[in-house]
């Protein structure tokens, strides 16, 4: 998840502007060659597209809202389904995954500790 939440598909310029959101939709299987030929046919000026692996990497220089672009229109041109969340939302997750972790590679038990009194 870490993995998937550092990486950097397109300039952090245009990731993080103002406006823009980047979104990773995560599919079961690798996209087909022929369906990253029909993403990239799909690429404007608002919506901009990257594939690495199972994850596709949608940058919109609008709001979600105001986009041509759907996650529906996205299943249909991969030709199979897909959870889509914001970029910020994935390293959220993958913070929290790595506290886990690091949690449980100590031999301390987790969970809330009581005082006794």
């Known amino acids: 998840m870490a993995n998937i939440a550092e990486y950097k598909p ?14 990773i939709a995560f599919t079961t299987d690798e996209p087909s060659d022929e369906s990253k030929l029909k ?15 199972r994850e596709v990497y949608w940058l919109s220089r609008k709001k979600i809202s105001e986009s041509k672009f759907s996650g529906a229109q996205l299943e249909r ?11 910020n939302t994935v390293k959220k997750i993958a913070q929290k ?11 301390e038990p987790i969970g809330i500790k009581k005082e006794q009194g």
């Open 77 to 87: 041109t991969l030709g199979m389904p897909a959870t889509i969340r914001n970029a």
């Open 10 to 23: 397109f300039d952090d310029s245009e990731s993080n502007a103002d406006g823009n959101a980047l979104y």
């Open 97 to 107: 995954y790595a506290l886990f972790d690091k949690l449980r590679a100590t031999d």
């Open 39 to 53: 993403l990239v046919t799909l690429t404007t000026e608002v919506d901009n597209f990257h594939v690495n692996g």
